[in-house]
């Protein structure tokens, strides 16, 4: 993997699974401010692969900002401009600079995945009673928060209770990210529901202006960072295929996980040995699912 682009004005402070972060080298006219890339890279079973997807940062950072759009009157978000330099132009934005709360904020509408495991352990996902008989792919009751601890590159999420993230956050901001993550949720589940898309679950992040740097009515308020409703942290499924009782084709990098627990790539998760290159195909067909994922929800082409 190359290292991070030099950009004038700008100065690398981090690099993140997929994404780094710059802060200005000069006062910023916007005040405190972070400019946020998101790369190529693509990262599974904990793993950063050394084989980037070509265009996957632009995707990436086109369907936040078309969410952040989508979702402006249910939360503020954290871009504050989309001028950024040439040289990463279309795969960035400058974003006020946020204080983040220690918590992933997941919704699931759907059972699969790590709640998928837990429910079949426990009959249950964080804390929350399920009916019995649910399947992979089942659809829930009604959506559920099903918060989990962050997690450094390498390592694991892990799910948590709510009252875990009360006790780390407080009662009232605990209660403030479960009601914003259901509604972001809903209205996003609605959204893609009208284009053919399911969305089954979904991580968030929120923070906090930092202090004395933000004046009038946004000022303590919580706010959606990060990114939001894409690939790497939500999952499509296409709705002409939901078929509960197996897995469902979705709009991910499914593509790279089989391929890696496939025979073909030789590889054993369970070893301290890192993932081999990703063959050429799969790198194709990865590529054409988060352009189709962008085109199916927005309604927009994508030149790339």
């Not at 080298?25 to 990262?43: K, M």
């Not at 009601?179 to 284009?195: F, G, S, W």
């Not at 067909?285 to 927005?298: D, F, P, S």
Request: a negative charge; charged letters at 25%.
């Amino acid at each position: 993997m190359t290292g991070p682009t030099e950009l004038p004005g700008w100065r690398h402070t981090y690099a993140g699974k997929v994404r780094d972060l710059y802060v200005p080298t000069e006062p910023h006219p916007d005040g405190d401010v972070v400019l946020v890339v998101a790369s190529d890279r693509v990262s599974a079973y904990d793993h950063v692969l050394a084989t980037p997807v070509p265009g996957k940062g632009v995707v990436l950072t086109q369907l936040s900002l078309w969410w952040f759009d989508q979702l402006s009157d249910l939360v503020p978000n954290h871009v504050v401009s989309r001028d950024v330099p040439a040289a990463v132009a279309g795969r960035a934005m400058v974003c006020r600079r946020l204080e983040m709360f220690p918590v992933e904020c997941v919704a699931r509408g759907y059972l699969t995945g790590s709640g998928l495991v837990e429910y079949r352990t426990r009959g249950s996902v964080c804390g929350v009673p399920l009916p019995d008989g649910l399947v992979d792919g089942s659809r829930l009751p009604a959506p559920i928060f099903t918060p989990a601890t962050k997690a450094a590159v390498g390592e694991h999420d892990e799910n948590v209770s709510f009252d875990v993230v009360a006790a780390q956050v407080g009662a009232e901001d605990a209660a403030h990210l479960r009601d914003l993550t259901l509604a972001v949720y809903a209205r996003a589940e609605a959204v893609a529901r009208e284009r053919g898309v399911i969305l089954a679950d979904t991580k968030l992040e929120f923070g906090r202006p930092v202090e004395g740097l933000v004046e009038g009515p946004a000022a303590g308020r919580i706010v959606l960072g990060d990114e939001v409703l894409t690939p790497d942290s939500s999952r499509f499924w296409p709705a002409d295929g939901w078929a509960p009782g197996r897995a469902q084709p979705s709009f991910d990098k499914q593509f790279v996980r089989d391929w890696l627990t496939s025979p073909a790539s030789g590889w054993d998760r369970a070893s301290d040995t890192p993932p081999p290159p990703l063959p050429d195909d799969v790198v194709e067909r990865t590529r054409g699912r988060y352009l189709e994922a962008y085109e199916r929800l927005t309604g927009r082409a994508l030149a790339l």
